[in-house]
Protein backbone atom coordinates (compact mmCIF):
# COMPACT_ATOMS: atom_id res chain seq x y z
CA UNK A 1 0.00 0.00 0.00
CA UNK A 2 1.50 3.87 -1.02
CA UNK A 3 1.65 6.22 1.26
CA UNK A 4 -1.21 9.02 1.23
CA UNK A 5 1.79 12.00 0.77
CA UNK A 6 -0.73 14.43 0.91
CA UNK A 7 -2.66 13.41 3.82
CA UNK A 8 0.93 13.26 5.69
CA UNK A 9 2.32 16.44 4.43
CA UNK A 10 -0.90 18.26 6.29
CA UNK A 11 0.38 15.93 9.36
CA UNK A 12 3.70 17.04 8.86
CA UNK A 13 3.26 20.47 8.37
CA UNK A 14 0.61 20.59 11.48
CA UNK A 15 3.30 18.76 13.55
CA UNK A 16 5.90 21.24 12.69
CA UNK A 17 3.46 24.35 13.33
CA UNK A 18 3.04 22.62 16.81
CA UNK A 19 7.03 22.11 17.24
CA UNK A 20 6.86 25.49 16.51
CA UNK A 21 4.43 26.79 19.07
CA UNK A 22 6.07 24.96 21.67
CA UNK A 23 3.05 22.25 21.87
CA UNK A 24 4.98 19.28 22.06
CA UNK A 25 2.43 17.24 22.96
CA UNK A 26 0.23 17.73 20.35
CA UNK A 27 2.99 17.62 18.05
CA UNK A 28 3.61 14.08 19.46
CA UNK A 29 0.14 13.05 19.73
CA UNK A 30 -0.15 13.92 15.77
CA UNK A 31 2.87 11.54 15.15
CA UNK A 32 1.81 8.59 17.37
CA UNK A 33 -1.73 8.56 15.40
CA UNK A 34 0.49 7.66 12.30
CA UNK A 35 0.22 4.41 10.73
CA UNK A 36 3.02 1.81 11.57
CA UNK A 37 5.11 2.32 7.95
CA UNK A 38 5.10 6.21 8.31
CA UNK A 39 6.64 5.93 11.75
CA UNK A 40 10.18 5.36 10.05
CA UNK A 41 9.68 8.21 7.16
CA UNK A 42 12.52 10.41 7.28
CA UNK A 43 10.26 13.73 8.09
CA UNK A 44 8.56 11.85 11.38
CA UNK A 45 11.57 10.72 12.47
CA UNK A 46 13.17 14.33 12.30
CA UNK A 47 10.28 15.64 13.92
CA UNK A 48 10.49 13.12 16.63
CA UNK A 49 13.97 13.98 17.05
CA UNK A 50 12.97 17.68 17.43
CA UNK A 51 10.68 17.20 20.44
CA UNK A 52 13.22 15.23 21.83
CA UNK A 53 15.62 18.00 21.73
CA UNK A 54 13.20 20.40 22.75
CA UNK A 55 12.76 18.79 25.97
CA UNK A 56 16.41 18.07 26.00
CA UNK A 57 16.04 14.43 26.37
CA UNK A 58 19.66 13.87 25.03
CA UNK A 59 20.40 10.17 25.92
CA UNK A 60 16.76 9.43 23.82
CA UNK A 61 18.06 11.60 20.97
CA UNK A 62 21.27 9.66 21.23
CA UNK A 63 19.69 6.29 21.50
CA UNK A 64 17.44 6.88 18.91
CA UNK A 65 20.12 8.41 16.21
CA UNK A 66 21.85 5.54 17.02
CA UNK A 67 19.11 3.11 16.23
CA UNK A 68 18.59 4.17 13.23
CA UNK A 69 22.17 4.69 11.79
CA UNK A 70 22.18 0.82 13.12
CA UNK A 71 19.62 0.45 10.84
CA UNK A 72 21.39 2.05 7.97
CA UNK A 73 19.45 5.04 7.49
CA UNK A 74 21.54 7.90 6.70
CA UNK A 75 19.35 11.03 6.78
CA UNK A 76 21.68 14.17 7.44
CA UNK A 77 19.61 15.23 10.39
CA UNK A 78 20.90 11.96 12.16
CA UNK A 79 24.71 13.19 12.64
CA UNK A 80 23.36 16.54 13.66
CA UNK A 81 21.40 15.73 15.98
CA UNK A 82 23.70 12.58 17.20
CA UNK A 83 26.28 15.17 17.72
CA UNK A 84 24.25 17.66 19.36
CA UNK A 85 22.97 14.82 22.22
CA UNK A 86 26.61 14.01 22.53
CA UNK A 87 27.85 17.37 23.29
CA UNK A 88 25.00 18.02 25.27
CA UNK A 89 25.95 14.61 27.08
CA UNK A 90 29.55 15.89 27.66
CA UNK A 91 31.10 13.60 24.94
CA UNK A 92 32.63 16.92 22.68
CA UNK A 93 34.95 14.79 21.56
CA UNK A 94 33.19 12.26 20.10
CA UNK A 95 30.53 14.60 18.67
CA UNK A 96 32.98 16.93 16.89
CA UNK A 97 34.54 13.80 15.36
CA UNK A 98 31.29 12.25 14.22
CA UNK A 99 30.06 15.69 12.72
CA UNK A 100 33.71 16.09 10.96
CA UNK A 101 33.68 12.79 9.42
CA UNK A 102 29.81 13.04 8.41
CA UNK A 103 30.48 16.05 6.51
CA UNK A 104 33.20 15.14 4.74
CA UNK A 105 30.83 11.56 3.50
CA UNK A 106 27.75 13.97 3.13
CA UNK A 107 28.20 16.57 0.53
CA UNK A 108 24.51 17.93 1.95
CA UNK A 109 26.07 18.68 5.56
CA UNK A 110 28.29 21.36 3.24
CA UNK A 111 25.14 23.49 2.66
CA UNK A 112 23.40 23.18 5.85
CA UNK A 113 23.94 26.30 8.16
CA UNK A 114 22.90 24.05 11.07
CA UNK A 115 26.00 21.60 10.56
CA UNK A 116 28.31 24.74 10.13
CA UNK A 117 26.66 26.51 13.42
CA UNK A 118 27.05 23.17 14.99
CA UNK A 119 31.04 23.11 14.04
CA UNK A 120 31.34 26.48 15.01
CA UNK A 121 30.37 26.11 18.36
CA UNK A 122 32.30 22.87 18.90
CA UNK A 123 35.66 24.52 17.78
CA UNK A 124 35.33 27.34 19.34
CA UNK A 125 34.78 25.08 22.72
CA UNK A 126 38.06 23.38 21.76
CA UNK A 127 40.06 26.57 21.43
CA UNK A 128 39.77 26.50 17.49
CA UNK A 129 39.20 30.13 16.88
CA UNK A 130 40.20 30.27 13.13
CA UNK A 131 37.95 26.98 12.39
CA UNK A 132 34.84 28.35 14.58
CA UNK A 133 35.21 31.67 12.65
CA UNK A 134 35.06 30.29 9.59
CA UNK A 135 32.13 28.03 10.32
CA UNK A 136 30.29 30.59 11.87
CA UNK A 137 31.11 32.70 8.99
CA UNK A 138 29.67 29.83 6.87
CA UNK A 139 26.25 29.32 8.69
CA UNK A 140 25.80 32.74 8.83
CA UNK A 141 26.39 33.31 5.16
CA UNK A 142 23.61 30.32 4.39
CA UNK A 143 21.36 31.50 6.83
CA UNK A 144 21.52 35.07 8.93
CA UNK A 145 18.98 33.76 11.39
CA UNK A 146 21.34 32.25 12.75
CA UNK A 147 23.07 35.87 14.26
CA UNK A 148 20.57 35.35 17.15
CA UNK A 149 21.40 31.80 18.20
CA UNK A 150 24.59 33.31 18.00
CA UNK A 151 24.83 35.60 20.39
CA UNK A 152 23.18 33.07 23.05
CA UNK A 153 25.98 30.69 22.37
CA UNK A 154 28.67 30.83 25.26
CA UNK A 155 30.63 28.82 23.30
CA UNK A 156 30.58 31.59 20.29
CA UNK A 157 30.71 34.70 22.80
CA UNK A 158 34.13 35.11 21.86
CA UNK A 159 33.07 35.71 18.44
CA UNK A 160 30.45 38.00 18.69
CA UNK A 161 32.69 40.72 16.81
CA UNK A 162 31.78 38.35 13.34
CA UNK A 163 28.09 38.73 14.62
CA UNK A 164 28.22 42.18 14.30
CA UNK A 165 30.31 42.01 11.60
CA UNK A 166 27.77 40.36 9.37
CA UNK A 167 25.15 42.40 10.88
CA UNK A 168 26.98 45.76 9.14
CA UNK A 169 27.18 44.07 6.08
CA UNK A 170 25.30 43.17 2.92
CA UNK A 171 27.20 40.16 2.13
CA UNK A 172 29.28 38.30 4.83
CA UNK A 173 32.53 36.67 4.40
CA UNK A 174 32.89 34.03 2.36
CA UNK A 175 33.61 30.73 4.49
CA UNK A 176 36.36 28.77 4.06
CA UNK A 177 36.08 26.04 6.59
CA UNK A 178 38.71 23.10 5.86
CA UNK A 179 36.02 20.62 5.36
Known amino acids: MDRDLPALSITLSE ?7 GMLDEASNLLDALCDRDQIFAPVLELRLRILAA ?3 WDSV ?6 LLEQDFSDWFLFLYGA ?3 RRLGKTDAARALLLAETLKKPILKKTAEAYFELASLEAEFGNEEEARSCLAAALALDPEYR ?3 RNDEDLRP ?5 VQVDSE ?9 F
Open 15 to 21: AEGFIDL
Open 84 to 86: RAL
Open 62 to 67: LQLTAG
Open 159 to 163: LLDLV
Open 148 to 150: AAA
Open 55 to 57: VEL
Open 170 to 178: AEPPPPTPR
